[in-house]
């Protein structure tokens, strides 16, 4: 249970993040989440409830992510599924569009480990997000497999460097959340089935399949440095 603990979620106006918010809370947690989106914000807020607050973040703008830690306090355990990802064929793909992802998936973290570690308590947590293309090679997922991988290795060395907090990162695999929401429905409907047939489980995976294993981090305090991989068996596929 997560009585009395205060959970930072950016990211917690959608998707995994929204979840993990909503999961928190029910586990008795006080939580805050941070996103761009204000509207994205308020609107999550009203389905979370009283326990529930807010602020504008942009995690890709390094002084934004200080002034919010000043602005939050002292904290138990921060998730950082804030993302917007991108990819392409290798040699076609403009290399702004990459350094827009490293700014966004991997400095956004950086930014958030750094600047969030010193509020939290000595047993509490870091939980950042990698992805499945850092695992299995994927056509059209040069730089993101790059981004997820560095923020894989990231985590690894942190959990060394701030222990006694302990940092571990979630490796989802492809989740059904509204990442996607700007794929016309019917692609994002035959991609999803394509998926599940080659996957082991046969489906994909759900925001509440990613926010257990969330839990499992934070509250099991035998687990640091770890890599959890929530994708279905995708690696094996
Ligand atoms: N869904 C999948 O299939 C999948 C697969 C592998 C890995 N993952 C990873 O899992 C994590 C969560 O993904 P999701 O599917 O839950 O995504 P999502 O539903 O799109 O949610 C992403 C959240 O990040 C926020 N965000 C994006 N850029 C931000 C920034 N610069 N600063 C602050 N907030 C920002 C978005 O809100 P605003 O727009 O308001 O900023 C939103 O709340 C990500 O790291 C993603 O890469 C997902």
């Known amino acids: 249970m997560l009585q009395n603990q205060k959970v ?9 993040g929204l979840e993990t918010a909503e999961q928190a ?5 006080e939580v805050v989440i941070a996103s761009r989106s204000g509207e994205k914000l308020r609107k999550a807020v009203e389905q979370l409830g009283s326990r529930a607050s807010w602020f504008t973040l942009d995690t890709t703008q390094e002084l934004e992510v200080q002034a919010f830690f000043e602005k939050v306090g002292a904290f138990d355990h921060l ?4 993302a917007e990802t991108s990819g392409g064929p290798f040699l076609q793909t403009d290399t702004v569009q990459v350094r827009k992802l490293f700014d966004n998936k991997f400095w956004g973290q950086y930014y958030a480990a750094k600047y969030g570690a010193p509020n939290i308590s000595a047993n509490g947590s870091i939980t950042l997000f990698s992805g499945v293309v850092a695992y299995k090679a994927m056509v059209g997922s040069s730089a993101l497999g790059a981004v997820n991988a560095a923020v894989s290795n990231l985590g690894q060395t942190l959990a060394l ?7 571990n990162v979630v490796s989802p695999g492809i989740i059904d959340t509204p990442s996607r929401s700007k794929m016309p429905e019917a692609s994002r409907n ?5 998926v599940a047939g080659k996957l082991p489980v046969k489906r994909v995976g759900q925001a509440e399949d990613v926010a257990q ?8 305090t035998f687990v ?7 994708e279905g068996g995708h690696i094996l596929a």
């Open 213 to 220: 294993a969330v839990f499992y981090l934070l509250q099991n």
């Open 190 to 194: 035959q991609f999803y089935e394509t």
């Open 161 to 167: 460097e701030l222990a006694p907090i302990r940092v």
């Open 8 to 16: 930072v979620i950016i990211g917690g106006s959608s998707g995994i």
């Open 224 to 230: 640091t440095g770890t890599v959890l991989h929530v």
């Open 25 to 29: 809370i029910a586990k008795g947690a």
């Open 79 to 82: 998730v950082v599924t804030a």
